[in-house]
């Protein structure tokens, strides 16, 4: 059965240079809220690796659960995004359960739900061809940003998208434990990397 509204997805940055992260977090925390709104008050169900893993958990296993139990995919855009073999992995995950509705005669059904947060030159054709939220005139990497005109204006961006993102949820179709995922890609080690010395 689902578990989440929401699997976000999102380039992961080092723990020793998060200069987007904490942006991110205003962002999701932001769009989880209107959500919730243009839910009804409901709570709004997220997988964000970064609160839902916990310590000792098999990672690839659990994140392959996580997409399983994902009603839509909240994709963040960035170039380093779509050279990330995971977060390639969880994009195409979601893109072959679109067809795989699709192409089993039912109505066009829409999963992903893409934010921009920078420019698009360097996406690939098949993401460029997708509508995306484009928040990528409201990226900051300082914490000052969040006391600005600015900030109000990109709340009421994500307020005035999120009633979209909400339908989607709401729409979403039943759950079906055989969803198509495909993380072989992103699980398999870089090659020749070996033990890391601790």
């Known amino acids: 059965m689902y578990r989440y509204d929401l699997f976000i997805s999102y380039k992961r940055e080092p723990k020793d240079n998060r200069l987007v992260t904490p942006w991110l977090r205003q962002v999701l925390n932001r769009i989880v809220y209107w959500v919730g709104q243009d839910m009804g008050g409901a709570p709004v169900e997220v997988?964000?690796?970064?609160?839902?893993?916990?310590?000792?958990?098999?990672?690839?296993?659990y994140i392959r659960g996580a997409l399983l139990a994902a009603k839509c995919l909240l994709p963040i855009w960035s170039p380093q995004y779509f050279h990330s073999p995971w977060c390639m992995a969880e994009w195409k995950s979601f893109l072959m359960r679109e067809r795989l509705l699709a192409d089993g005669g039912g109505p066009a059904c829409r999963l992903i739900f893409p934010i921009k947060f920078h420019d698009g030159l360097w996406f690939p054709e098949e993401a460029r061809r997708i509508q995306q939220l484009?928040?990528?005139s409201f990226t900051a990497t300082t914490p000052a940003f969040w006391a600005t005109q600015r900030a109000d204006e990109l709340d009421q961006l994500i307020m005035s998208a999120t009633g979209q993102l909400a339908r989607l949820i709401s729409q979403a179709p039943p759950y079906a434990a055989d969803w198509p995922v495909d993380l072989a890609e992103a699980a398999r080690p870089p090659e020749g990397v070996g033990m890391e010395r601790l």
């Open 47 to 61: 997988f964000f690796d970064e609160k839902s893993i916990e310590t000792g958990e098999v990672w690839p296993d």
């Open 134 to 136: 484009d928040l990528s």
